[in-house]
């Protein structure tokens, strides 16, 4: 890292060193170390999503179109609404 100094009229250039700071220092010496004595005790669970069916294949156009604007109403009554429906 350089950083410049004014010295009266001339500018001069000094290197200045890098200290890693002692938090930083612990935190990479003992993350992996938690990472894997965590996997040990719970693994890492990996799951995939199944797509979703079709369901505009028996609906007319017109109908998808009405169900997107429906759900889109919804979407914004519930977003403006300050009623509390039970």
């Known amino acids: 890292m350089l950083s410049q100094i004014r010295d009266g009229y001339s500018l001069t250039t000094v290197k200045v060193a890098y200290v890693t700071p002692a938090w930083l220092v612990c935190v990479q010496l003992v993350s992996p170390l938690m990472t894997s004595q965590l996997d040990n ?8 999503r199944r797509p979703s069916k079709p369901i505009y294949k028996w609906l007319l156009t017109e109908a998808v179109a009405a ?20």
């Open 41 to 48: 005790v719970v693994p890492v669970r990996h799951s995939s």
């Open 67 to 86: 169900k997107r604007e429906r759900r889109r109403l919804d979407r914004r009554w519930l977003s403006t609404s300050d009623i509390v429906i039970v």
